[in-house]
């Protein structure tokens, strides 16, 4: 009885370190951020990102919106066209805030931009997925 024992108290510790291993690095390759993990953007990406920026009044050139998504994914290029307002002198602000002086961990992550520039880090809103709540009555929005 007490090898029983043994065996299944071994063999569950081992399904539970292995999962706090798999579960750890899929959180290291969330942090690591969408531009990583994305690959590139396809043209079906492309055009839906293009749809809803215009829908939300924010215009763009289809060649920006393509080198911002191979450069930071399809999120961050909304990101940045949308924080920016269409602006191509406020894009490259954000590019610069983002990508830093080119050395080790001089770049901001997009929720230090978002908090620099008061705005909310989500894309939500402007891809479709954001309902109908506003600032005022939408889940989390206390401020």
């Known amino acids: 009885m007490a090898l029983v024992v043994a065996v299944i108290l071994l063999a569950t510790a081992t399904v ?3 999962r706090a291993v798999v579960t750890s690095g899929e959180a290291n390759e969330q942090a690591a951020g969408a531009d990583e993990n994305e690959g590139p953007p396809t043209a079906d990406d492309l055009a839906h990102a293009n749809e809803r920026l215009a829908a939300n009044g924010l215009e ?3 060649d ?3 080198e911002l998504a191979a450069e930071y994914g399809v999120g961050g290029a909304v990101r940045i066209v949308a924080w920016a307002e269409a ?3 406020r894009i490259a602000d954000l590019r610069a805030m983002r990508d830093g002086d080119g050395s080790e961990g001089s770049g901001m992550g997009w929720g230090q931009i978002a908090k620099e520039l008061g705005v909310h880090p989500g894309l939500g809103s402007i891809m479709g997925q954001g309902g109908d709540h506003n600032k005022s009555d939408g889940p ?3 401020d």
């Open 64 to 66: 920006t919106l393509t």
């Open 16 to 18: 539970l370190v292995t």
């Open 60 to 62: 763009i050139s289809d």
């Open 87 to 89: 602006d191509p002198d």
């Open 140 to 142: 989390g929005e206390d």
